[in-house]
């Protein structure tokens, strides 16, 4: 059976080459950072290098980057640690958020009182800017923004330096979660003026189990987890060496490839489009993700012109056909809730009709893209 794997969103296949040094780490160097012998200064130098590599990368001071074990950490320790430590009693955040950060605002509603505001999304799935605006000149609570740089369901961008800038002007904080970004799109965090941004590796062909808050200097914000003093005090726990040397390759290879893969992924998601467009009548793309000004060139989020019984068949059907998609519908079975994103944005008809996430990396081929069209299009048209 065929296996084309279009999930790159959820996760992405590891590089070669980041597996080679991740197994050279755990090999020949398994000592504890914080040891103080041979072995552990080993792995300690290890780390500060990738750290160091890391910062470089985006232009940062290394003492601004924290390891954690993945961007959901990432986002829980930042806007939890702002409530705690930095006075903040309100979030402006937004309903297509993922639920790293909607289920943490949400537990500080409830057992802190933080106030949350909702920016309202706008048909073509963009924040409403103006709304925000309004939103911030509210200055009677300490504010944090929590906005995601790239949606990774829709694949929606955020003008990331807008928003920082506008937040700046009224005093708010801002955290960005750019775990769909950061690896994919070129960013200076010395000129995007983010307080803060959660990364995760496992989205740029890295390991899972890893990745970074960037917390800008002298944000004053500390530890939610408590032990030994790692990460200067901010993370407490052994560190996760071999997940963090192959995280900085993997981040480093990014970078080192970008505008090459991005172009080439762009292309394919193009052929893509085309092929569902000129095969699937009715087919429609959520969130506006066919507008590549305003999308991102990593995924395709479509609806289907076909009713519910038939629905329920979709996802079985791709997987039998060995296409691993993901699921970007509303409730389609009794069990499952469905998107939160798309219960944001599509109308109540369209709802009801299923919707498929198809999500991209360099290892894709326009072969295996023009395979899904044909799997689709039969179970579509039939
Ligand atoms: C936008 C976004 N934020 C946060 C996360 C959570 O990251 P992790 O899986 O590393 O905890 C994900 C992963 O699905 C994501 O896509």
């Known amino acids: 059976m065929r296996k084309i794997y279009l999930d790159s969103a959820a996760t992405t296949q590891v590089r070669p ?40 990368q985006l232009n940062v001071a290394p003492g601004e980057i924290v390891f ?15 409530v705690r430590d930095l006075g903040v009693t309100r979030i402006i955040s937004s309903a297509i958020e993922h639920h790293a950060v909607l289920h943490t605002l949400e537990e500080l509603a409830t057992d802190r009182g933080v106030k949350i505001d909702q920016v309202a999304i706008k048909s073509c799935s963009n924040i409403d800017y103006a709304h925000l605006e309004q939103l911030l000149s509210d200055k009677q609570h300490k504010t944090l923004v929590s906005l995601m740089h790239v949606n990774n369901e829709i694949g929606t961008v955020l003008d ?49 189990g890893a990745g970074f808050a960037f917390i800008r200097k002298n944000t004053g914000l500390k530890s939610l987890i408590f032990g030994g ?30 505008e090459e893969e991005q172009a080439y992924i762009l292309s394919i998601k193009k052929h893509f489009i ?59 079975s009794g069990s499952d809730k469905g998107s939160h994103v798309l219960s944001a944005l599509l109308s109540e008809e369209d709802l009801k009709k299923p919707s498929l996430r198809f999500s991209f990396s360099s290892f894709n081929t326009k072969e295996e893209l023009d395979y899904v069209v044909s799997v689709l299009a039969d179970f579509v048209n039939s």
Request: glycine share 8%.
């Open 17 to 56: 080459e980041v597996i080679k040094v991740m197994t050279d780490v755990l090999t020949n160097e398994f000592g504890n950072p914080s040891s103080t012998h041979n072995y552990g200064r080993s792995a300690k130098s290890l780390l500060e290098s990738s750290r160091k590599a890391i910062a470089a």
């Open 68 to 82: 954690t074990s993945g961007g959901t950490e990432a986002d829980n320790l930042v806007i939890n640690s702002c």
């Open 160 to 208: 990331i330096d807008r928003v920082a800038n506008m937040c700046k002007e009224h005093d708010a904080l801002f955290h960005s979660d750019t775990v769909q970004s950061i690896g994919h799109y070129d960013v200076d965090l010395s000129t995007t003026l983010v307080d803060f941004a959660a990364v995760a590796a496992h989205k740029f062909h890295g390991p899972k």
């Open 229 to 258: 003093s790692q990460e200067r005090g901010m993370r407490a726990g052994t560190e996760s060496t071999h997940n963090i040397v192959g995280m900085a390759e993997a981040l480093r290879i990014s970078y080192e490839n970008l």
């Open 274 to 332: 085309e092929g569902l467009k000129d095969n699937i009548e009715g087919i429609s793309f959520n969130g506006s993700c066919e507008n590549h000004e305003n999308s991102t060139y990593t995924l395709v989020n479509v609806c289907l012109p076909i009713p519910p019984e038939k629905a329920l068949m979709l996802q079985f059907q791709m997987d039998l056909m060995g296409v691993a998609c993901s699921k970007g519908s509303a409730c389609q």
